[in-house]
């Protein structure tokens, strides 16, 4: 989502089109990203009950875990917020007349409006806190995939 859907949506859809489709996709892919996690924590941790644990799999059950608990954490506090700002910042940009346009937006007026410019702001830092933290979860999802296709080399 992050660098294929949402990259080429913001360079295609209006800003407001594109909080619209924002609004309904991020609480179902990190939805949807936190129970897959879960799955694969649990098919990992019991796949490996069978064995007695070295580094490699306690490293990668934290992996699992940090991975899970991130997406968990990003759908129950961060998108309700997020979801919220897009709402109120729609809402404020459609009485000023911006926001029709693609990608990126000059905000007139509004850029001397003090409320607007600290929900901007709020509105910036909890989407980068999303952005980092489905970064970070590929990272995790990557390397328990290069320790997986180690184990096979390995076989």
Avoid at 10 to 26: I, K, T
Avoid at 63 to 70: A, K, P, S
Avoid at 127 to 147: D, F, R
Wanted: proline residues 3%; contains cysteine.
């Amino acid at each position: 989502m992050t660098f294929i859907s949402g990259l080429s949506l913001y360079f295609n859809l209006s800003r407001h089109v594109f909080g619209a489709v924002q609004q309904v996709l991020f609480p179902k892919y990190f939805s949807l990203n936190s129970f897959l996690s879960l799955i694969t924590l649990i098919s990992f941790s019991h796949l490996s009950q069978k064995t007695e644990w070295d580094f490699n799999q306690m490293l990668q059950t934290s992996v699992l875990i940090t991975c899970f608990l991130l997406e968990l954490l990003i759908r129950l506090y961060i998108v309700p917020p997020v979801i919220h700002l897009i709402s109120v910042k729609t809402k404020i940009e459609a009485t000023a007349g911006v926001g029709q346009e693609v990608g990126y937006c000059d905000p007139g007026a509004l850029k001397n409006c003090p409320y607007y410019t600290k929900l901007h702001s709020q509105f910036r830092r909890l989407h980068m806190i999303v952005a980092v933290g489905n970064i970070c979860t590929m990272v995790c999802s990557a390397l328990h995939l290069h320790s997986l296709a180690l184990q096979w080399t390995c076989l």
